[in-house]
T-cell receptor, first 117, second 114 residues
Framework: AQTVTQSQPEMSVQEAETVTLSCTYDTSESDYYLFWYKQPPSRQMILVIRQEAYKQQNATENRFSVNFQKAAKSFSLKISDSQLGDAAMYFCAYRSALKQAGTALIFGKGTTLSVSS | KAGVTQTPRYLIKTRGQQVTLSCSPISGHRSVSWYQQTPGQGLQFLFEYFSETQRNKGNFPGRFSGRQFSNSRSEMNVSTLELGDSALYLC?????????????FGEGSRLTVL
């Protein structure tokens, strides 16, 4: 069974600074997808960034980028130029590429990010 | 475009009762999945429905069930409620579930079991 581990329950960052959230996962599959989701205090989860395992290039979305190390099974999220609105809980998630798995996501326990001015 | 809508947003039940939660996906989305979120266990996958058929199921007891209607709206039911069922139940939708795109989540239904 696949597992996702986020070892940092809480992180803090100053506005305009950079912060990196860690995520490791365990799987025997070779094809899969990885995601970072953000859950603000209002609780609606939104996608931050996604990475296909077959792509070697790290995904980037504006101020958000990932460091995907497939061999090490590591998938960290870097937030540059942090803003107050980035304060939220961040979840790392794994999704199998097998058709029978559907859209089922396996989530890590989350990292609560606080941003101070 | 309206987002994923979950009702009710909050509800309180007592042990032994049953509860039904509703989820209306984004228009055009045919895949609906459900997750349970608790402080202790985190986010756990319950099940996914596509075109009225359960496509995948997580590791939950049979007290947890769901269904999907022809208009893609979905309901989940929990029977014989236990204190441990207190949680935020999240619904998520996607177009077909086979693309690699994002899941769109609702704001959740907060269930408290007394």
């Amino acid at each position: 069974a696949q597992t996702v581990t986020q070892s940092q329950p809480e992180m803090s960052v100053q506005e305009a600074e950079t912060v990196t959230l860690s995520c490791t996962y365990d799987t025997s599959e070779s094809d899969y997808y990885l995601f970072w989701y953000k859950q603000p205090p209002s609780r609606q989860m939104i996608l931050v960034i996604r990475q296909e395992a077959y792509k070697q290039q790290n995904a980037t979305e504006n101020r958000f980028s990932v460091n995907f190390q497939k061999a090490a099974k590591s998938f960290s999220l870097k937030i540059s130029d942090s803003q107050l609105g980035d304060a939220a809980m961040y979840f790392c998630a794994y999704r199998s590429a097998l058709k029978q798995a559907g859209t089922a996501l396996i989530f890590g326990k989350g990292t609560t990010l606080s941003v101070s001015s | 475009k309206a987002g994923v809508t979950q009702t009710p947003r909050y509800l309180i039940k007592t042990r032994g009762q049953q509860v039904t939660l509703s989820c209306s996906p984004i228009s055009g989305h045919r895949s609906v999945s459900w997750y349970q979120q608790t402080p202790g266990q985190g986010l756990q996958f319950l099940f996914e429905y596509f075109s009225e058929t359960q496509r995948n199921k997580g590791n939950f007891p049979g007290r947890f069930s769901g269904r999907q209607f022809s208009n893609s709206r979905s309901e989940m039911n929990v029977s014989t409620l236990e204190l441990g069922d207190s949680a935020l139940y999240l619904c998520a939708s996607s177009y077909s579930g086979t693309e690699t795109g994002e899941l769109f989540f609702g704001e959740g239904s907060r269930l408290t079991v007394l």
